[in-house]
T-cell receptor, first 113, second 115 residues
C-alpha cells in the first residue's frame, strides 16, 4: 500500500529565510508525487508535481522540489520565505489507477516577521 | 480560469439528519473525486467517478452515497449524520485522459458541522 510521511508537523521560519519541508513516500512502483498548499479554511492548491524526467521540479510561488529515489523523498524548498507562505503543506502520491491521492499528515508552516 | 465549484460552502445539520453536497467540475473534466478532511487531519479519499461510473472507493461509510450525473456534476449524499461526520469535504476534478498523470484540481470545500 502506498503511504506518505511528513516528519515535521510544525515548522517556524523567519521571513526571508530558506525553507525545506520533508516528505517521504512508500510506493511499489514509480511514484507520481504532488505538493499542495492549504491556507486556513481554504481548498488545496497545487504547487508542483513530479512524474518523470528531471528530478528537480519547479512550481508556483517560487517553490521547487527534488525527487530522490534512493532516499524515497520528495522535499519541498523555497530560498526565501514570505509571510504569505504561512499555510499547511501536504505531500501526496497517486495510486496506479490515478484516481486516488494519498496525503501525508501535513506540515504547518509559520513565518516570523 | 474556471475552477471546481462546491455548494454549499457551509452546512450545519443535526444528528441523524441528511445532507447533500454538490460538486461542479472544471469544464470538460469528466472525473470527480471526493475527499474528507477532519479537524487537524489530512484529506482522506472517499470515492471517485469517471464518465459517470464509480471508479474507486476509499473509506466511505455505508451511510454515504454519491453519483455523477450526465453533466458531470457530482453529489455526495450523507444520511444518519453523526458528530464525527463534521469535516471539510473536498471535491476535485481532472481532465479526461484517464491517465495516472492527471492532476486533481480541488474545490474550496464544504464545511459540514453536525450538532
Amino acid at each position: 500500500a502506498q503511504s506518505v510521511t511528513q516528519p515535521d508537523i510544525h515548522i517556524t521560519v523567519s521571513e526571508g529565510a530558506s525553507l525545506e519541508l520533508r516528505c517521504n513516500y512508500s510506493y511499489g512502483a514509480t511514484p507520481y508525487l504532488f505538493w499542495y498548499v492549504q491556507s486556513p479554511g481554504q481548498g488545496l492548491q497545487l504547487l508542483l508535481k513530479y512524474f518523470s524526467g528531471d528530478t528537480l521540479v519547479q512550481g508556483i510561488k517560487g517553490f521547487e522540489a527534488e525527487f530522490k529515489r534512493s532516499q524515497s523523498s520528495f522535499n519541498l524548498r523555497k530560498p526565501s520565505v514570505h509571510w504569505s507562505d504561512a499555510a499547511e503543506y501536504f505531500c501526496a502520491v497517486v495510486n496506479n489507477a490515478g484516481n486516488m491521492l494519498t496525503f501525508g499528515g501535513g506540515t504547518r508552516l509559520m513565518v516570523k516577521p | 480560469a474556471a475552477g471546481v465549484i462546491q455548494s454549499p460552502r457551509h452546512l450545519i445539520k443535526e444528528k441523524r439528519e441528511t445532507a447533500t453536497l454538490k460538486c461542479y467540475p472544471i469544464p470538460r473534466h469528466d472525473t470527480v473525486y471526493w475527499y474528507q478532511q477532519g479537524p487537524g487531519q489530512d484529506p482522506q479519499f472517499l470515492i471517485s467517478f469517471y464518465e459517470k461510473m464509480q471508479s474507486d472507493k476509499g473509506s466511505i461509510p455505508d451511510r454515504f452515497s454519491a453519483q455523477q450525473f450526465s453533466d458531470y456534476h457530482s453529489e455526495l449524499n450523507m444520511s444518519s449524520l453523526e458528530l464525527g461526520d463534521s469535516a471539510l469535504y473536498f471535491c476535485a476534478s481532472s481532465s479526461p485522459s484517464g491517465r495516472r498523470t492527471d492532476t486533481q484540481y480541488f474545490g474550496p470545500g464544504t464545511r459540514l458541522t453536525v450538532l
